[in-house]
Nanobody
């Protein structure tokens, strides 16, 4: 079984920066991509960003484009999300996700880390 474990969430003020991390343990696998979703209270889980493992190409949701940056450490199967200029509306539980079969939907999920942005 593959486990994804997030860390680095917390409470920050609007305009601040925060970095969340996701490490992998358990069964070895070769991701096609790893990245992040988020779910705000009362809303559906939404895509935030991902990085394609072989090429390093990145993708972002419009809401975070230009403010967030996703990166990876290949050997450690670790993915990061650097969040800058945080807004109150970025408040959500952030979930790490990994795609291993195709890019249609994630095959593995983390348990999530809370990010709260206060005004």
């Amino acid at each position: 079984q593959v486990q994804l474990v997030e860390s680095g969430g917390g409470l920050v003020q609007a305009g601040a920066s925060l970095r969340v991390s996701c490490t992998t343990s358990g069964r070895t696998f070769s991701p096609i991509a790893m990245g992040w979703y988020r779910q705000a209270p009362g809303k559906d889980r939404e895509f935030v960003s991902r990085i394609l493992w072989r090429t390093g190409s990145t993708q972002y949701a419009d809401a975070v484009q230009g403010r967030f940056a996703v990166s990876r450490e290949n050997a450690e199967l670790t993915v990061y999300l650097e969040m800058n200029s945080l807004k109150v509306e970025d408040t959500a539980v952030y979930y790490c996700a990994a795609w291993s079969l195709n890019l249609v939907r994630p095959d593995y999920w983390g348990q999530g880390t809370q990010v709260t942005v206060s005004s």
